[in-house]
Each structure stands twice: as structure tokens, then as C-alpha cells.
């Protein structure tokens, strides 16, 4: 080795693995809570296939394309594929979940504020994947 | 230092020869056009995306195509060659022995590259670079994908083949009298690069082996309709190509290695760190796959363990960004073309790392992923730091290769205007990311903000595309007609800073 000292060099190594131990840290208990599904969260069934997303409430209500939540309640997902890999997503609400085809995969939301959002496939599936979207409609609790 | 013999020959003395110099040109040149071929596609898909509609592409299915030929090519048939044909004309001469360890099969793993190349653009298959089942084996059409996949077949055999020749050739060839701390960082990248191929590949060429047979119907390994599971597949593919990630950017990181000190006419910060960062960065590299795949339904504890490994390799990167930095430091720093490409190369890795760590952060990742945010940050490695490197070590070989100089001027144009249009692209894609706009789209709805972002991505493309257009005119007309270089001082840096001895492996 060359005769300098190499300090700095470990003060910058220090101030790195610092950062991403805060990083990981940070990221663990972010993810921890996201990753907890409230236990009264109404189940919505989402089946994509090519090329559209259709849903089935817990009341039995179907719909396609378009989904209608209301404000103040959480919702879990349970997300199925009928053909290829799709990927659920209301971007946002952060809401991401892959479906795969011979797989249930969960994810949940609670939507704060009525309005609408889109829907969209976020895993190539085919021909008209870039066209693959719906329509989120957050509405005034019914009661 | 002279890597080819200046006399003219015939073009299938070249063709046929062993010699490492010979197999190194055949590697540069393949590589370069494809390089082109990739890249003109690349300015398509940006052209189609400048506005919601069709503009330039007539409907989704070539649009499929055209993105995943795009990203086979240049991964697989510009950057992989690109490199070994640096490894083919450097690390013989490094660890001073005759050539390549094994001549003959360097020349046959390269000539596996233009017919795997011919199966890939012949088929032009629609599924992704990540030939994602169960889409590859019950819906794209053949003969397309198989081709692709006899191709990437090909292509991984050739890539074994090569990675075993630098292995013994650096580990078995090396001259008796220096010891493995003594061989360059250049080098030392072929090694761990190497050595990853050695332990990644096998598992993708398992994976093509069992899609194939999937898509034939005699099995079922990825197929859920059979029984199979298509997360199977993403974690073959991943074991290989996230390690792979590291295979295309360390050779890169390698080639800054030489070009840095000599222009900044200072020894290395810290060889001894460079080689530790390379060492360490090809162990984590193994231990990060499934952050691709956070989005499929992992439990909170695999999502944890991948999130740490992936993590545990920034410091090692981080290293060499340092050790650049600590180098160029007090330096008496000649800012000719490579040492431009250099260092914006290390601010664009800088850079792409930076997004990285967001990704990896596992709550942020499901705002980014499948997003343009992704596309951009993997373009910032692949080209940002891996392209320029290549071709700042092009600029730097160029004399040594040819015998004359490139044209200056048109040099630091090419790299002004390739930096400008690649920060114009790819940082723009992470923000049109943040806005949500999915990766592998042929249309999108008329956002407004999608609209701009897309169209500033387009402009930074075509200001790529014209810088690579100067680029093929500056290597054309130089290698026939540039001034003849000085080839013991070509960059006027005082001799004492290039490679400590003549070398000249004589043809055999």
C-alpha cells in the first residue's frame, strides 16, 4: 500500500452504512405498519385478465372496470389472476399487488376523501396492456 | 503499448485468427453495432411515446417487440461483448502472458455471438428481456420466443466460455513474478465479473431450458395451468440477473479505473480498496435478487432479509466512487474525451445508486415499481455508467487499437451531448414515474404531466441519438484518416503515466 493514512476513507464508509441502516430502518417500520390489515376491512375479490380488472364485493356486487369504495371504511383485496401476470394498481393510494395466475396475493387501502383515481395494470401482459386500466370511485359513506 | 497491428490485412485473416487482439477487435466491433441497432430502436420507442396515440408505430404488439429486442441488445450484445473485448485486448498484456488462456475457445465464444444476435432480431419476440411466464408459454407467439430463448441459450454458453478463459488466464497465466495484489484493477474486475458468471448463469440456463419445455407443453414448471408457479421463474431469473447487474457494471467501474489516474496523473487512492469494493460487491450481489419482486405477494420477512442484502451492497459501490474522487483530488487533471466520459460516468452512477436506495427501501418501492421511475434508474446504470465508462475506454484504446487519434472536438461534443440527453431522459422518467406511468406501455391517457415528461424524455433521446450519430462519423473517419498517434504518449500526458511496460503480444 501506499504510505497515506486512510481515514477519511473509513469516515465516509461509517457515514454510508449509517445512512442505510437508517434507511432499512425507517423502511422496516414503515413497511411493518402497511403490511398490517385492519381486522373489520371489507373484502373486495379483484380478478384480472386480459385485458381488464373486474371485482366482487362482499355482498356479493360485481363489477368491471370500475370499482366504488366508500370513504372511511378499509377494504383488503384479495387479488387473482384468470391468465398471465397482471399487477393491480391505484397509484394513488400506493395500492400494489401483482396477480398471479394460481395465487390469492392481498393487499389494503382506506380511502380518506371521495373523488376518483385510475386503475391500472402495472405488469406487461400482452397486447393491450398499456390500455389495461380502470376507474376507482370513492364515495360519501351510504349511511 | 500497441493492442493491433497497424498493416492492413484481410478481413478473414481476422476472422479466423486466435489471437487475442484479433478475437478483441471481432468483440469491439460486433459489439459497436449492435450497439447502434439497439439504440436506433431505443430512439423509436421514445418517438411513439412522445404524444398519447400511435404516432410512429403502428400498433402495440411491434411496440412489444421493439422493447424488448431493444433491451435483449444491448444488455446482451453490446454491453457483455463490450467488455470482453476490453478484457480480450487488456488482461493478457496486464498479467503479461502470450494470450488468451484458451485462444481457440475465445474465438468460438465469440463466434457464438452473431448467431445468437441473428435469432434474436430474426424472431423479435414481444415477452420482455424477462421473458415473464406464465405470458411466455401460453401467449406470445412463436417462432418468436423461441428464438429469443435458443438465443439467450447461445449467448449464456458463450458468456461461460469467456468467463472461464479470463478466470485462468488472470488466476494460471499471470507472470510468475507478480503476485494476484499485484494485477491491475482493470483485471481484477474481469475477475469478480467472471467468477459471478460462473456461479449465476447456470441457474437463468436452467430457467430458459424449463421455459422451453413449457412453452413445448411437455411440462409444466412455470405454468399454474399444469401446476406450476410463475414466481418460480422470477426467482431463477433474478438469481442470475441481479448478480448479472454487477457482471455488466464492474468491467465498467474497471475500465474508470484506468482512465481516472492517468488523467489525473496521480497513482490510485487505494488499490487495496478497489479491490476489496470489487470482491465485496460480487459476494452481496448474490444476495439482493427478490428486491425485483416485492410486488408479488413476499412476506414481511423476505421483503426485510432482501431489503438488508440489497442495502449491504451500496457501501462497496460507494467505495469506488471515493476512491475516484480521493484520486482525482489534488490530481493535475487533463479533462481530454475519456476522462469526460469517466466522470460523468461516476456522477451518473452516483446518481443511479441514489435512486436505487429508494427502491430497495421496501415502502417506497411500491410507489416506483414497474414505473418509469425503474426504467430510468436501470438507465442510468446501463447507460449512465456503463456505456459511458465503455466508451470513454473506447476513446482511450482508440489509438492504441488504430494507431491514430480520434477528432477531439467531435469527442468532448459527443460526450457533452450524450450527458446532457441522458440526465434529460432518465431523470425525467424517475419523476414520470413518481406520476405513475407503468413501464412497457405502448399508450397512455392524456395527462398533462405524462405528456411533458414524455416529451422532454423524447428531446433528451434525440440529442443522444444525434451525439451517437457524431460519435459513428469521429470512429469511421479517424481510424482511416485521423492524425497518426504518438502510441507511448497519444493524450500528451508524459510517458510515465501509462501501463509500466512495452507490450506487444506477437501474432501466432
Known amino acids: 500500500m501506499s504510505g497515506h493514512s486512510n481515514w477519511p476513507e473509513w469516515v465516509y464508509i461509517g457515514v454510508v452504512v449509517a445512512l442505510m441502516v437508517w434507511v432499512g430502518a425507517e423502511a422496516w417500520?414503515?413497511?411493518?405498519?402497511?403490511?398490517?390489515?385492519?381486522?373489520?376491512?371489507?373484502?373486495?375479490?379483484v380478478t384480472g385478465q386480459q385485458w381488464f380488472w373486474s371485482f366482487e364485493h362482499e355482498d356479493g356486487t360485481k363489477e368491471i372496470g370500475e370499482l366504488h369504495?366508500?370513504?372511511?371504511?378499509?377494504?383488503?383485496?384479495e387479488i387473482m389472476s384468470k391468465d398471465v401476470n397482471h399487477s393491480f394498481n391505484i397509484h394513488d393510494y400506493v395500492v400494489l399487488m401483482d396477480a398471479i395466475p394460481g395465487r390469492v396475493n392481498t393487499v389494503w387501502f382506506a380511502p380518506t376523501e371521495p373523488g376518483t383515481h385510475d386503475i391500472q395494470c402495472r405488469e406487461y401482459c400482452g397486447l393491450i396492456h398499456y390500455n389495461m386500466r380502470g376507474t376507482l370511485i370513492v364515495e360519501e359513506p351510504s349511511s | 503499448m500497441v493492442l493491433e497491428l497497424q498493416k492492413p490485412r484481410p478481413i478473414w485473416q481476422i476472422m479466423f485468427s486466435t489471437h487475442h487482439t484479433d478475437v478483441g477487435l471481432l468483440y469491439l466491433i460486433t459489439s459497436l453495432a449492435f450497439l447502434f441497432l439497439g439504440g436506433s430502436l431505443a430512439l423509436a420507442i421514445r418517438a411513439e411515446l412522445f404524444l398519447p396515440g400511435s404516432q410512429i408505430i403502428a400498433d402495440s404488439m411491434t411496440f412489444n417487440r421493439i422493447f424488448t429486442v431493444h433491451g435483449t441488445t444491448l444488455i446482451f450484445l453490446f454491453i457483455i461483448p463490450f467488455a470482453s473485448a476490453v478484457g480480450n485486448y487488456y488482461v493478457p498484456i496486464m498479467v503479461r502472458y502470450k494470450d488468451m488462456a484458451y485462444p481457440k475457445l475465445n474465438a468460438?465464444?465469440?463466434?457464438?455471438?452473431?448467431?445468437?444476435?441473428?435469432?434474436?432480431?430474426?424472431?423479435?419476440?414481444?415477452?420482455?428481456?424477462?421473458?415473464?411466464?406464465?405470458?411466455?408459454?401460453?401467449?406470445?407467439?412463436g417462432p418468436a420466443a423461441d428464438m429469443w430463448i435458443f438465443g439467450l441459450k447461445i449467448l449464456g454458453v458463450s458468456s461461460v466460455l469467456g468467463a472461464i478463459n479470463f478466470v485462468v488466464t488472470i488466476l494460471k497465466c499471470k507472470h510468475p513474478d507478480m503476485s494476484i495484489g499485484q494485477v491491475p484493477l482493470l483485471a481484477w474486475s474481469f475477475l469478480s465479473s467472471s467468477l459471478i458468471i460462473l456461479v449465476a448463469i447456470p441457474t437463468f440456463a436452467a430457467a430458459l431450458l424449463m421455459l422451453l419445455t413449457d412453452r413445448l407443453g411437455v411440462s409444466g414448471f412455470f405454468n399454474p395451468a399444469m401446476g406450476g408457479d410463475p414466481i418460480a421463474y422470477a426467482h431463477l431469473f433474478w438469481f442470475t440477473f441481479h448478480p448479472e447487474v454487477y457482471v455488466l457494471v464492474i468491467p465498467a467501474i474497471g475500465m474508470?479505473?484506468?482512465?481516472?489516474?492517468?488523467?489525473?496523473?496521480?497513482?490510485?487512492?487505494?488499490?487495496?480498496?478497489g479491490v476489496f469494493a470489487f470482491v465485496l460487491l460480487s459476494i452481496v450481489g448474490f444476495s439482493s435478487w427478490a428486491h425485483h419482486m416485492y410486488a408479488t405477494g413476499m412476506s414481511f420477512t423476505e421483503k426485510t432479509v432482501f431489503m438488508v442484502g440489497t442495502l449491504a451492497a451500496v457501501p462497496a459501490s460507494a467505495m469506488h466512487v471515493f476512491n475516484f474522487v480521493a484520486t482525482m483530488w489534488n490530481g493535475r487533471i487533463k479533462f481530454l474525451t475519456p476522462m469526460m466520459w469517466s466522470v460523468g460516468g461516476i456522477a451518473l452512477f452516483f446518481s443511479a445508486g441514489a435512486g436505487g436506495v429508494a427502491n430497495a427501501a421496501m415502502p417506497l418501492d411500491f410507489t416506483t415499481h414497474d414505473t418509469y421511475w425503474v426504467v430510468g434508474h436501470f438507465h442510468l446504470f446501463v447507460m449512465g455508467t456503463i456505456a459511458f465508462g465503455s466508451i470513454g475506454f473506447l476513446y482511450y484504446m482508440f489509438p492504441y487499437v488504430t494507431g491514430r487519434m480520434y477528432n477531439e472536438t467531435m469527442g468532448k461534443i459527443h460526450f457533452v451531448m450524450s450527458f446532457i440527453g441522458t440526465v434529460l431522459v432518465f431523470f425525467t422518467q424517475h419523476l414520470l414515474g413518481l406520476y405513475g406511468m407503468p413501464r412497457r406501455i405502448f399508450d397512455y391517457p392524456p395527462i398533462p404531466e405524462w405528456i411533458a415528461m414524455n416529451q422532454i424524455a423524447t428531446v433528451g433521446a434525440m440529442i443522444?441519438?444525434?451525439?451517437?450519430?457524431?460519435?459513428l462519423a469521429n470512429m469511421i473517419y479517424s481510424s482511416g484518416k485521423g492524425k497518426l498517434a504518438n502510441t507511448n504518449d497519444p493524450f500528451g500526458l508524459g510517458g510515465k503515466y501509462y501501463y509500466p511496460f512495452e507490450a506487444k503480444n506477437p501474432s501466432h
Open chain 1, 29 to 45: 417500520e414503515a413497511e411493518r405498519l402497511v403490511d398490517h390489515i385492519p381486522a373489520d376491512a371489507e373484502t373486495i375479490k
Open chain 1, 69 to 77: 369504495v366508500e370513504v372511511g371504511k378499509a377494504y383488503k383485496f
Open chain 2, 108 to 141: 468460438i465464444a465469440f463466434w457464438m455471438i452473431p448467431p445468437a444476435g441473428a435469432l434474436i432480431w430474426l424472431g423479435f419476440a414481444d415477452f420482455t428481456w424477462y421473458a415473464t411466464p406464465p405470458y411466455s408459454i401460453i401467449s406470445a407467439p
Open chain 2, 256 to 273: 474508470m479505473y484506468e482512465i481516472i489516474p492517468r488523467f489525473s496523473r496521480k497513482p490510485i487512492y487505494s488499490y487495496n480498496s
Open chain 2, 464 to 471: 443522444i441519438g444525434i451525439s451517437m450519430a457524431i460519435f
